[in-house]
């Protein structure tokens, strides 16, 4: 009786007690999100755009398509407004059956590197070792020779016109009449050296076979020009690659870092190919100056159908004043042919020259009224005009027909009431008369037009809308329509679309843009925690603009919601304004607008638990997740930061420089001069000093997973052992996973990282912590 009464009192207090700890939540439903893994997701719906190859100079294009009806090549007519399939599968399959006494399935034909020979006006791909030839006007397939063993000429760079091949050996530039039988070799370099090389590869320590040479052709194929860089003064990094067989191998390699004094230099060489003759660009200007360089179209560097010229991009160490130059390539003499300066700095990602008939005119891009905009200039540099005005952002060039005068862009936030982020065509007079918008439907879109910029192909998607994939004239009118995803197989086992949304930054003025994914069982009367997936740009933000099928949505699938927004100082389809606000604050700017995002969407939606909050990013949304959770302890529960930049002082010199800044400053130094006595000069240096993580180690409450690969040359394991370290210091409890061979990326080790996040977050936001050494991975999962 009294063991009963016990029981009786013991039950009573669990019903009456408040539900806390493992049962106070739903288990994470592992099971789901191993249904809706990207790739089986992918795997069910096929490709979800086609990627058409025009045929050079032609109207004709062909593309392959991976449907779960099988893969299907087709073959499209523009001028006659036909398509039909490349080929018939079915007679391919048993073709091929013929030539190797074995089975072929005409809805999965191994056809291996297909692509269309301009030379020969065949298709050509190879199946096991045989190539193959496909005219696809006389339906005629033959079959070729074994593929050649190993022989390959990756090392070699065919001038235009074939008859010269360029190469490098032991950090020297090399040319080789290509049919010449003995093959002699004209040396024209000998001052090539490790980390000072005409070579592509120029950390080779090892080789004196020939290899690829950085020099690249002007078209008429009389001259190569070449930008030399000298690494020789910079300081290198390390990592250590402990799977190495059969001894753990150390990689060397060179890394400049903000604000250091022995940076690269750059310098322009151009070699006239009959006299072997060497020509310096004098290009020199500002200390420690660029030319062309990171982030910029074409590397900054651009030429036309002749050699007389060539024309570059110089930039000062502060990113703010750049030269548009053009030089003549037969005496190095160096004319600027107009300037500009932008504060804080230049937004690279759409900064670009076209220069039209040999110079006789150029289109650039500028950010000059804080708005990116295309203008007209003519050959001596004098502005002609404006080509577009207004309040909105021109994107990429995507091409320009000079007969007509036109040009054919992208841009952002020109059309009244739809997403500022969907990429719109239009085109346009060299005059800045006659645009017309080429891109009808309210999505974003990729393009890609024929040589002839007679037609293009238009692929329309939005985050919520499958790819439809559309060919039109160089007007926008419809030709014909080529291919819409299906989502049927989706939905047929429960997949939904996600939701787009728009909320206010911390400012209470701005408006974001961002997705939110909800597990597809989803019940508005339950709770669920919300995790944010984060990358801060400012290139570029997390949220998908098109149609994917992601992580995110795998992510949702355990029970959680998830959202990607962007924040002020961002991506800069933007204004100028809005992608600069992160500048000199590289660190904290796009914390509080992410914030604020979550707690509008939890006010805006009741199943949304404020008290429930994840963070996780990838790079530099790790250095944000590892800052959010830092900065406002209070209000992120959890945060997973794989391959941070936790301190940008050791991340590579573009990304601080640019991004944070950096001040070019004087000091008096004392120097001994020629006749051997000491005087006091002025030098100039570059100074630049980043706010890191590891300042805010000592705020950690919640729980932090830090993860990196070991040999991440990119972002460099350091980065994230000094914020392991700082927290240690600190006295702090967290995670650390470091992932053995990879480097930024995680390879073929991304689904064992995966669910180590699902499980991560299961255990911190749902309280499951169901014992299991074994992730479950798929059995197939490395191959």
């Given at each position: ?34 249904r ?45 407004g ?13 073709q ?37 030839t ?16 190993a ?11 074939s ?15 290509a ?5 002699t ?7 090539g ?5 005409f ?38 990094l ?20 903000p ?6 230099r ?5 070699f ?25 179209n ?6 036309t159908?002749?050699?007389?010229h ?54 650039w ?7 990116g905009?295309?203008?007209?200039y ?6 002609l ?20 005068e036109?040009?054919?862009?992208e ?26 918008r ?30 439809t ?9 419809r ?10 197989p989706?939905?047929?086992i429960?997949?939904q ?55 995110r ?10 959202m ?24 904290d700017?796009p ?23 994840g ?16 900065t ?9 930061s ?6 940008n ?21 004392t ?9 006091e ?10 706010p ?45 996973m ?5 480097r ?23 309280d ?16």
């Open positions: 009786m009294r063991s009963l009464t016990a029981t009786t009192l013991a039950l009573l207090l669990l019903t009456f007690l408040p539900t806390t700890g493992p049962t106070a939540h739903a288990q994470a439903n592992f099971e789901q999100a191993e809706f893994t990207a790739d089986r997701m992918r795997d069910k719906a096929g490709d979800l755009t086609i990627r058409p190859r025009w045929i050079e100079d032609e109207n004709r294009l062909w593309y392959d398509y991976d449907t779960p009806q099988g893969r299907f090549w087709h073959f499209v007519d523009a001028d006659r036909e398509r039909r399939l490349l080929f018939d599968h079915e007679r391919m399959a048993a091929l059956a013929e030539a190797f006494d074995r089975a072929f399935d005409r809805k999965d034909l191994p056809l291996k590197d297909f692509d269309y020979n301009t030379d020969r006006e065949v298709f050509t791909f190879h199946v096991d070792s045989l190539e193959f496909y005219d696809v006007d006389t339906n005629n397939l033959v079959k070729g020779d074994s593929l050649k063993a022989d390959d000429e990756d090392w070699a760079r065919y001038s235009p016109d008859t010269w091949i360029a190469f490098s050996r032991e950090h020297n530039l090399y040319l080789m009449e049919d010449d039988p003995d093959s070799e004209y040396q024209l370099t000998d001052d050296e490790r980390w000072y090389s070579q592509q590869d120029h950390s080779d320590t090892t080789s004196t076979e020939r290899l690829p040479t950085r020099a690249r052709w002007f078209e008429d194929s009389e001259k190569l020009y070449v930008k030399r860089q000298d690494w020789r003064d910079v300081e290198s390390w990592v250590i690659d402990a799977l190495a067989d059969p001894r753990p191998e150390l990689d060397e390699y060179k890394y400049a870092m604000g250091e004094e022995d940076i690269f750059d310098e322009l060489l151009v006239d190919v009959e006299t072997r003759a060497r020509v310096a660009i004098d290009a020199d200007k500002w200390p420690d100056q660029a030319i062309g360089g990171a982030y910029f074409n590397g900054g560097l651009f030429t159908d002749t050699s007389d060539i024309y570059f991009l110089r930039r000062d160490r502060t990113w703010e004043h750049i030269d548009v130059c053009r030089a003549n390539t037969s005496t190095g003499e160096v004319e600027v042919l107009w300037s500009e300066t932008s504060r804080p700095y230049f937004n690279t990602r759409f900064l670009d020259l076209v220069v039209i008939d040999d110079g006789e005119e150029y289109l891009w500028s950010e000059r009224d804080g708005w905009q295309l203008y007209r003519d050959s001596d540099g004098t502005l005009n404006r080509i577009t005005d207004g309040y909105f952002n021109v994107g990429s060039i995507a091409a320009v027909d000079t007969t007509a036109t040009v054919y862009y841009a952002f936030g020109k059309e009244d009431g739809m997403h500022p982020y969907y990429a719109q065509y239009y085109r346009t007079g060299f005059d800045g008369s006659g645009t017309e080429l891109t009808p439907e309210d999505a974003h879109h990729r393009v890609a037009m024929s040589d002839t910029r007679d037609f293009f192909v238009s692929t329309a998607s939005r985050a919520d809308q499958a790819p994939t559309t060919l039109r004239d160089s007007r926008g009118r030709v014909m329509d080529l291919e819409t995803l299906d989502l049927t989706l939905r047929d429960g997949w679309a996600p939701e787009t949304f728009s909320v206010k930054a911390a400012d209470g003025r701005t408006d974001l843009y961002g997705v939110l994914w909800k597990p597809f069982d989803f019940d508005p009367e339950q709770s669920y925690p919300i995790i944010s997936y984060v990358y801060p740009g400012p290139q570029t933000e997390p949220f998908p603009v098109g149609f994917s099928l992601n992580q949505q795998t992510l949702a699938q355990l029970g959680f919601v998830v990607a927004v962007g924040n002020r100082g961002g991506n800069p389809i933007r204004h100028k304004h809005y992608h600069t606000f992160g500048h000199d604050n590289l660190r700017y914390l509080a607008d992410n914030k604020a995002a979550i707690e509008q969407l939890a006010d805006r939606h009741a199943f949304i638990d404020r008290n429930r909050v963070i996780y990013g990838h790079s530099g949304g790790a250095f944000m997740s590892t800052a959010a959770i830092l406002y302890p209070d209000f992120y529960d959890v945060a997973i794989s391959s941070g930049n936790h301190d002082n050791i991340y590579n010199i573009f990304w601080g420089e640019v991004h944070h800044g950096v001040t070019e400053e004087t000091r008096t130094v120097q001994e001069n020629e006749d051997g006595e000491e005087e000069v002025e030098e100039t240096y570059f100074a630049s000093e980043i890191t993580n590891m300042e805010l180690a000592g705020n950690l409450e919640g729980h932090l997973l830090l993860v990196t690969g070991d040999v991440d040359s990119n972002v460099h394991p350091a980065g994230t052992l000094r914020m392991a370290h700082a927290l240690i210091e600190a006295g702090k409890r967290f995670d650390f470091m992932i053995p061979g990879m930024h990326g995680f390879g073929r080790y991304s689904p064992y990282f995966e669910r180590m996040t699902w499980t991560y977050f299961a255990e911190h936001l749902l499951d912590y169901r014992p299991s050494s074994d992730y479950g991975l798929p059995e197939d999962w490395l191959d």
